[in-house]
Structures are given as C-alpha cells and as structure tokens.
C-alpha cells in the first residue's frame, strides 16, 4: 500500500500523559511516526523514551525529524519550540492533537513544511476536525510557495515572505507565467488575487508583487513598492558532450557559466543529455547525483538523425554522430531544433578537459516525480459513508477526476491547490486516459466514482487502459480505495435484504449486449439470488426493467418484498417498499437501485428482511 504519510516521514510525535499517549499510540502506527514518552511512561511498545528535560531533549532530535506533532496545550508547546524556530522555509511542520482527539492544530510551517496538509490527512484518519488558519487556505488559494511544487517546479530568489502577506491582505499579485504548466491556474476561486495579463501596454503598471513562471533567472531590484518571487518549472534539457575523464567540476562550471551568460536559471534544469557511450562518464555522473538530475542518453544512430545548427567531421568520425551536445538536448526535449535555446559552446580547461554544452527547451516540465493512480470509491453520496483511507488519498491528490456530481459531492473533502477536472458522464474513457497521462507526467491522480470504483466503476477502465499501453504494474503507481457500493447503501436503508446469496445485474447495455444480460437475469431469477438491479431505467432504455418483472414473476410470487432505493444517503433520497407484483407502479430511474428478495425474504413493519436461516 502506498502510505500518504511516507513523504512527511520521519515525524515524531510527542506525548506525556497517559491520554495523550492512548489517542496519539495507535495513530503512530498508522502514520509511520515514532512515540516518544517521558522515562516514567515505560513498558510502551514501539516508543522512545527519552530521560530529562523535554525541551533539551527536543533539541537533540529537531534536525532529525521533518514534522512534529505534540499532544500537549498549545501554549506549552510554543514555548518547548520558540527557541527551535529558525525560518519557515527549513522549520519542521509543527501540529498539536489535545489529549483526546478532537482537534488537530496546524501550528508552524503550514505551507512548507505542509502543515496545513498533513493536518487535513490527519483529520481524516482520525475522523476529527482540522485547525488551519492560514491566510491563503481560508481563502482557498494554494501557498504560493508550494503551487509549484506539484509539477516539480524549483523555488527560485525572492521575497516569498512579503509576496505571501500581499496576498493575504488581498492585493493584486501579477503572474507573469513564461513556461511550465498552466493547470494551477484554472481551478482558483473567483475572488483569487491574481492577475494575469503581462504585455508592452500594461508593462508600465506597477502592481505590488510579482509572480515570474520562468526558466530565465531574474535578478530583482531592491524595490520597496512591488515585491518579486521566481519559480522555475524544470524544462531545459542540457546537452553534454565531453573527451573522457572531465572532471565534474569542469562540468559544472561549464553549465554555470552558459546559464549565466544567457540568463538562464540552474534550478529551471530538467536533466543532461548525452550520446549513451558516456553514461558511466564519472564527472556527469557525479554531477548528476549531486544535483538530483536525470541522466538521459541517446544512441549515435538516434542522434544522428537530428538536425543541428553546429555540426562536427570530426565528432562523427570519433562516436559515429556530428552532434552530441546539441543533438542530445534536442532528443532530451523530445523536440525539434527550434527548441534549442543555447547552441553548443565549448569551455575548455587545460588540465581538466573540454565540455560543449548546448541547451534545449521542452514544452512540459520535468516533475522528477514518480505518478500515482488513487482509485477511489466515495460511496454513495455522503461524505460520513466514505472510508477515511478514501477521504485522505482524495486530500493528498494534486488532481481529481470524476464525473461533475460526485465531485461536488466531495468538495469538503478538497484542498486549496488541487486541479479539479470534472468530465461529463459519458466520457469515461476521456477520464481514464486523461488521468494515466497526468500519472505518468508524476502526478497523484483521484479518480472518483460513486459507490465502489470497481463495481461498475472507473477502476477497471483505467485497468484496461494502463494495460493497453503496456504497463509495466509499477509506474504509474495504482492505488484501489474501495467505497460503499449501491446494493450495500440501499440494503442498508431498507433492512437487511442481503442476508443470503446475492448477486448485482447492470441493465445497462451500452457495453454488454442485451443478450448476455437477459441470460443472466434469467439464471439469478431460477437460482433464488435475492438480485440487485443497477441501471435499471434510462429516459431511453425503459423496456429492460420491465422484462425483469416478467423474468423473476416465472421463478418468483407477485407477493416477493422488492426495495425501490433512490439517492441512498443523498438529501434527495426516496425508499419505496413493494412487492414483485407492484414494482413497475412507481418511480424507477437512473438514480435508483432495485433490489429484489428471495423466496424467503419478507416485509416486516416496513423493514425487508432476508432470512440466513438459524431458524
Ligand atoms: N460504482 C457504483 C455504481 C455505478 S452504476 C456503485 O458501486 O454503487 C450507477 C447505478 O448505481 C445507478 O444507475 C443506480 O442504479 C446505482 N446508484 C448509484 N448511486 C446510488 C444511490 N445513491 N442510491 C441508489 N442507487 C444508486
């Protein structure tokens, strides 16, 4: 299973009294963080005991740990940390739980540290009510130093701290977005502080903070009037070619320098490019690791056949290519030669080697992210149906993805930041491949159905999918969360009519002929399956139901109880008792399930009950 808790890891959660260690023990567990108790709190498994002061021994263990979350008073714990606090971009997250429970407080680096996000899981998990009081989540627009975390983007200079607070007392922000991914932009609220528009005209206007989306590096001027911040979404792709041994040094300096001479930024770099003799080349290797790039190589025959502005005699006499460095960058960008920014310069050491550098621009950033597929039941219309591992993975997604309704059903459950695509409810197969390309870009990806997602549901499709383009069943990662299905929502509201054998039939025959249907209602009505209709009647499709009538009255009485359930749990919901007979008198339709008893089910004082038969 992938844990949503694992990239807040390692997290220490401290506890004291013997309540606050009972609520906050088994939580430990579920999240993969470590218990610590004082050393009179002994004999508790899986916990660190510390001895002495707590405020000396928090000291001991603050760099250590990514998060911290206290049971204990809030003020106690302001005071334990005051002296700990450094700055928001390298605090731990800081949350408080009180001893029972109730409350999760998200207390320090709520944007981050992802505070305010692992306080939301965390309410989830523990069914409780989450705290966050941060400007910009009560506004509900995402940190803006995190919107770009999602799409792997880099924080660049800036004053984030004074960008941040003009948005918070609502002034005008402009976004002056160059490159990247635009998809943040399209989910904020209507009331968002942004502006967007960036021309020659308007260039004039002065606006109290700036936003810069680019792979250019901009130096600010220390201008007291308008506040600037930088990302860099990773989309240049720097092509190396070097003669063997060059040290990494020399590799580095070589990239620092041509960035530099074009104003471009080292954190907007996606990875290096190279011809594939040279991936064990040491220098950019090393260069690689130590920076976290992606090391992507390319064989001469591949390199060959792009179209360079700088080929070499000489190099394709050597590799068997006339371009290493441009041609690479080239291939990396999964582009064409005016995608090249940068065409190859050479930097040369006397004693370290040679390097040609040349950059190329992709249209998509690089996320460096692995992709997740959550695929998610929600149940049958409330949000208290809802397993809370369903609840946390839909809060942890960067997008989600479902037909309009059950997206609004879940909109509490939604966080500040999140993409939202709502596809109409015949696009199902839209919604499976749009949701593998996000995954495979590295995004977490939601994709909700109603009831279970498995039954009758998106889970197979984007199976199916994934299966059409060769998946290897590792990456994207895929994630089922399973929900309350239909016949378990109505069953539950009209008595216990599943007690014994039962099976599920769909009328619906856009993708299952008719014929195989009928078979199959035939064979549950003679095997005295109590049978649950899903899809029983369409605007269009109205002669189905009526056929199921016909079919279970052969193997059935007219006197059989059959429940007529309609939005189960939903604030329009309507439950009809009847019988096998009747059924047809009243209102049946998309939104409705049809659950027809056995031979041994009967009504009692408008309960439907199934006997098991103990006795
Ligand atoms: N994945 C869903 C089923 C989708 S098929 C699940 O597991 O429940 C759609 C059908 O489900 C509808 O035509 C209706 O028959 C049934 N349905 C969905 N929501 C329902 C609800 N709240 N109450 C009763 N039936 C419902």
Not at 346 to 369: D, F, K, L, W
Not at 434 to 439: D, G, H, M, N, T
Not at 441 to 466: F, H, K, N, R
Request: charged share 15%.
């Amino acid at each position: 299973m992938i844990s949503p808790f694992k990239p807040f890891c390692p997290i220490a959660v401290i506890a004291t009294t013997p309540q606050s260690i009972k609520t906050l023990h088994p939580l430990c567990q579920q999240i993969g963080a470590t218990l610590h108790v004082p050393g009179h709190q002994t004999g508790l498994k899986n916990s660190q005991v510390y001895q002495g002061s707590l405020k000396d021994y928090l000291t001991s263990i603050w760099s250590q740990n990514k998060v911290f979350i206290f049971g204990l008073a809030t003020g106690a714990v302001i005071r334990l940390i005051s002296h700990l606090l450094n700055d928001k971009s390298s605090d731990p997250a800081i949350l408080v739980i009180d001893p029972t429970g109730k409350f999760v407080i998200s207390l320090c680096s709520g944007h981050q540290g992802r505070a305010d996000h692992l306080t939301q899981l965390i309410a989830h998990q523990l069914n409780t009510i989450p705290i966050i009081t941060g400007a910009t989540n009560n506004l509900y627009l995402p940190g803006i130093d995190v919107l770009g975390s999602p799409f792997g983007w880099r924080k660049g200079e800036g004053n984030w701290t004074a960008v941040s607070s003009l948005i918070a007392r609502g002034e005008t922000v402009q976004v002056i977005q160059e490159v990247g991914s635009t998809l943040w932009q399209a989910h904020l609220p209507p009331n968002h502080p942004f502006y967007f528009g960036f021309s020659e005209s308007n260039k004039a206007i002065k606006f109290p903070g700036q936003i810069w989306i680019s792979a250019t590096k901009r130096q600010f001027s220390s201008d007291l009037n308008s506040s600037k911040v930088q990302w860099h979404p990773r989309i240049l792709w720097a092509g190396i070619g070097c003669v063997r041994g060059t040290s990494e040094s020399l590799i580095e300096k070589a990239i620092h320098e041509v960035f530099k001479q074009y104003n471009l930024a080292i954190d907007a770099i996606a990875g290096i490019a190279t011809i594939d003799v040279k991936d064990d080349e040491i220098g950019l290797v090393q260069y690689c690791q130590k920076r976290q790039l992606p090391l992507k190589t390319f064989p001469a025959d591949i390199l060959i056949k792009i179209e360079v502005p700088n080929p070499s005699t000489i190099v394709k006499q050597e590799v068997g290519t006339p371009s290493v460095a441009e041609a690479s960058a080239i291939a990396a960008a999964d582009s064409s030669l005016n995608s090249l920014l940068v065409s190859k310069q050479i930097i040369q050491s006397e004693n370290e080697g040679a390097v040609t550098i040349a950059v190329a621009q992709s249209s998509i950033e690089y996320t460096g992210r692995i992709g997740k597929l959550y695929l998610i039941g929600t149940g049958p219309g409330s949000l208290a149906q809802i397993t809370p591992a369903a609840k946390i993975a839909i809060t942890q997604a960067d997008v989600i993805i479902g037909y309009s309704l059950y997206l609004d059903l879940i909109k509490p459950l939604q966080r500040p930041g999140q993409v939202i695509e709502a596809l109409p409810i015949t696009q199902e197969k839209q919604r499976a491949t749009r949701a593998i390309e996000l995954a495979e870009w590295g995004l977490t990806v939601a994709v909700v159905s109603s009831g279970d997602c498995g039954i009758y549901g998106m889970a197979g499709l984007v199976l199916e999918e994934l299966r059409k383009i060769n998946w290897d069943g590792n990456i994207p990662q895929v994630e089922v969360f399973p929900g309350i299905t239909s016949l378990q929502a109505s069953a539950s509201r009209v008595g216990a009519p599943l007690m014994h054998d039962f099976c599920a039939i769909s009328l619906s025959d856009l993708l299952t002929p008719w014929k195989v249907i009928k078979k199959r209602l035939v064979a549950a009505a003679k095997a005295d399956f109590v049978t649950a209709i899903y899809n029983p009647r369409s605007p269009t499709r109205t002669k189905q139901i009526i056929y199921v009538q016909e079919v279970f009255l052969k193997y059935r009485n007219s006197q059989t109880p059959v429940a007529l359930v309609r939005s189960a749990y939903r604030p329009d919901e309507k439950i009809t008792l009847t019988s096998l007979g009747e059924m047809l008198n009243f209102t049946i339709d998309m939104l409705t399930t049809v659950i027809i008893g056995n031979s041994s089910t009967y009504n009692h004082k408008g309960w439907m009950i199934t006997p098991r038969g103990y006795d």
